[in-house]
């Protein structure tokens, strides 16, 4: 039996691996379990999680590895720009024009990475950027805490974190196998480079599979493991949820009316939130949809819910659901990585989830969560070039939206008069993109949900087939 080291990068993995069955039924599988963890081990204190939770000091970057680690990330990006849209627009979003140090050195870099970025100069930028930290006293304690509990394999639930490549750096100089979970559905087609090179790399779905090695050809197809995802495995464990009566009661919903719920992004990815709530609210109030029905709102767990302050003064009727996650450190490179969610809001997600019947949403993974209860998902998307608002139709050529839009499994909402449309149908005839939406959940998460646990467990367990390189 291996023993396992399992990083915890943030709050949503810890949702994923800590709130999910991962540990416990590690527990049964592994010789021995540890949690690394970049979130305090405060965390966890109320959890009776009977395995080592080890917190690392937090790794904050240098100048010089920020910017061999941005040379990787924009040669990744200036790689795979033809013909993908959302990598084009993520290039597009990097350039900076601050007269700051960094500023000056990413418009250095553009020019530099449009010629050096074959997968040979993506490697030797990262090989720079662990130059940087290969002798970081942060690099030699990690190096330390690794020789102290000998895992056989260090397993991060998150490929992205620039804060975790000394980590990666030190398991690998000490020959420890590594493996990386891809975290979320868009990271692959639309994000950046990963914060290293792993030897094993757990995906979603096929259709993930055949991403990763699109993106990244030094990867072989041996590497790559299809295990689907935990983020929606609380969904399946019966200790999490409510009844309907007591999730009317805790929402203060009318459990004779139907329910419209609209989930916010942050405000960086999903600015017009404002305008879709209030444009719902206002449908609603007109009497058009010839029903009463309650309207529940849920805010982004990344962000605190100031910028609704004026809907909730003009409509006192709407319901609100704010996450419950916790802040559980400020003084952090990325501060909304240290928001960690509590049992009380996974509860609260699966019965809003379960009991809501409309989902609202601007192109989240939301959509996903749920079309798996079987859900009508109306996808809001008014902003444009033309018409002054914040440009969301943009993300409708990025290349895992796209997949959405030709399943059909969702109707997509560009105006006023679309949404009320969209609104009438889903509250007439609920099932009738059902197909679609099982076709969607096939392709995007490959394996059913109570199979993942055990699935990734035997993938992380088998024998070691893969180079261990520096």
Same mark, same amino acid.
């Given at each position: 039996m291996k023993k396992?080291?399992?990083?915890?990068?943030?709050g949503v993995g810890f949702r994923n691996f800590v709130l999910s069955d991962f540990l416990i039924k590690s527990k049964d599988q592994f010789q021995e379990v540890v949690v690394f963890s970049c979130l305090p081990k405060s965390a966890y204190g109320d959890l009776n999680i009977d395995v080592k939770i080890v917190e690392l000091e937090v790794f904050e970057e240098s100048f010089l590895t920020w910017f061999f680690r941005k040379a990787k990330e924009l040669a990744h990006l200036q790689k795979h720009k033809k013909g993908n849209f959302g990598i084009t627009d993520n290039l597009r979003a990097n350039y900076s024009k601050a007269k700051t140090p960094r500023g000056w050195a990413t418009r250095l870099l553009f020019p530099i990475t449009s010629i050096c970025n074959s997968e040979k100069w993506i490697l030797?930028?990262?090989?720079?950027?662990?130059?940087?930290?290969?002798?970081?006293?942060?690099?030699?304690?990690?190096? /330390?805490?690794?020789k102290e509990f000998d895992s056989d394999i260090l397993f991060f639930t998150h490929q992205r974190p620039p804060f975790i490549a000394p980590l990666i750096y030190a398991a690998k100089k000490q020959k420890i196998q590594t493996a990386s979970f891809i975290f979320s559905w868009d990271n692959l087609a639309s994000k950046g480079r990963m914060a290293g090179s792993f030897d094993l790399y757990l995906v979603w779905s096929n259709w993930m599979k055949k991403e990763l090695l699109q993106f990244y050809s030094s990867i072989k197809s041996a590497q790559?493991?299809?295990?689907?995802?935990?983020?929606?495995?609380?969904?399946?464990?019966?200790?999490?949820?409510?009844?309907?009566?007591?999730f009317h009661e805790k929402f203060d919903l009318d459990i004779n009316h139907r329910t419209i719920m609209f989930s916010c992004g942050d405000v960086s990815t999903s600015p017009?939130?404002?305008?879709? /709530?209030?444009e719902i609210a206002k449908i609603i109030l007109s009497g058009t949809l010839e029903e009463p029905l309650n309207f529940l709102v849920r805010t982004s767990p990344a962000e605190t819910p100031d910028r609704f302050a004026a809907l909730v003064k003009k409509y006192p009727w709407i319901k609100w659901n704010y996450p419950k996650w916790v802040q559980?450190?400020?003084n952090h490179q990325e501060s909304w990585s240290q928001r960690i969610p509590t049992l009380e809001d996974v509860s609260d997600?699966?019965?809003?989830?379960?009991?809501?019947?409309?989902?609202?949403? %601007?192109?989240?993974? %939301?959509?996903?969560?749920?079309?798996?209860?079987?859900k009508p998902v109306i996808n809001t998307v008014f902003g444009n070039d033309e018409n002054g608002l914040a440009n969301d139709q943009r993300f409708l050529k990025y290349a895992h939206i796209v997949e959405v839009i030709n399943s059909n499994a969702t109707y997509i909402a560009k105006n006023e008069q679309e949404l009320?449309?969209?609104?009438?149908?889903?509250?007439a005839n609920p099932k009738v993109k059902f197909k679609e939406q099982n076709e969607l959940i096939a392709m995007e998460i490959g394996v059913s949900l109570d199979k993942t646990t055990d699935l990734i467990i035997e993938k992380l367990n088998e024998k070691d087939s893969s180079s261990l390189s520096i």
């Open positions: 396992i080291g399992v990083v915890i990068t943030d030797r930028w990262e090989k720079l950027q662990k130059f940087t930290f290969a002798k970081h006293k942060i690099t030699k304690s990690y190096e /330390i805490l690794l790559v493991k299809v295990v689907g995802t935990p983020q929606f495995e609380p969904y399946v464990l019966d200790r999490y949820g409510m009844s309907k009566q007591k017009n939130d404002f305008l879709y /709530i209030d559980s450190r400020s997600l699966k019965a809003v989830l379960q009991y809501c019947d409309v989902s609202v949403n %601007m192109l989240s993974t %939301m959509s996903l969560d749920a079309l798996l209860f079987d009320l449309e969209f609104l009438k149908k889903c509250l």
